[in-house]
């Protein structure tokens, strides 16, 4: 099992608000993702980072914004929520290393966001 | 760019039996991973098997094991003696070895395991 961690697990939310999703790996990986996944269907990269002060735009578009202060740390915000992102979030991290666990991307238990 | 496509959007076996899931990818490079993601319902998405693509031999962990046909860009996943708990949505991923290349997902297999 990896050590990466997701908070809230489930949230259900109201139209308008602002939702911060957390996500902490303690592996010491630089590189970290968010990939936006309704149930039963594929997975949609929308945010990733390389490193601290490093973000970039998937390939899916999405309102949200993402930081990385720190490497340990890549917090997902929606500044006005609505229904639309009522989704699934998971949050991963990249172990840049040698085999064999070089290049395997490691996923969170995700976060499922409702918006009403 | 890399695609991934999974042609099988349900299966279901019996269980103790087993069962192939199918995978394909289509890239023009040589050099990269494949690998097998497990989802159960509500789950976290676990790491199921890794396969090298400069690795000839086909990856095995336990129960499972891959045939990885590199000239057919084909990475199917079995799964022997099949159990209740291999219930769940499995997912074949590709990705470059390239420090900066993202991971990139077939469209998932959901498996269902007859008692």
């Known amino acids: 099992e990896a050590d990466i961690y997701q908070t809230p697990r489930y949230l259900v939310i109201g139209t308008g608000k602002k939702i911060t999703l957390e996500c902490s790996q303690t592996?010491?990986?630089?590189?970290m993702y968010w990939y936006q996944q309704d149930p039963g269907m594929e997975l949609h990269l929308i945010h990733y980072?390389?490193?601290?002060?490093?973000?970039e735009k998937g390939d899916l578009s999405s309102e949200s914004t993402v930081s990385r202060i720190r490497t340990e740390h890549f917090p997902l915000t929606l500044e006005s929520a609505r229904p639309s992102h009522t989704s699934q979030y998971l949050c991963a991290s990249r172990d840049s290393g040698l085999p064999p666990s070089g290049n395997t991307i490691y996923f969170g238990e995700g976060s499922w966001l409702t918006v009403v | 760019a890399q695609t991934v496509t999974q042609s099988q959007p349900e299966m279901s076996v019996q269980e103790a039996e087993t069962v192939t899931l199918s995978c394909t990818y289509d890239t023009s490079e040589s050099d990269y991973y494949l690998f097998w993601y497990k989802q159960p319902p509500s789950r976290q998405m676990i790491l199921v098997i890794r396969q090298e693509a400069y690795k000839q031999q086909n990856a095995t962990e336990n129960r499972f094991s891959v045939n990885f046909q590199k000239a057919a860009k084909s990475f199917s996943l079995k799964i022997s003696d099949s159990q209740l708990g291999d219930a769940a949505m499995y997912f074949c991923?590709?990705?470059?070895?390239?420090?900066?290349?993202?991971?990139?997902f077939g469209g998932g297999t959901r498996l269902m395991v007859k008692p």
């Open positions: 980072s390389y490193g601290v002060n490093s973000t």
């Open positions: 991923a590709f990705t470059l070895n390239n420090a900066g290349n993202m991971l990139t």
């Open positions: 592996m010491g990986h630089d590189k």
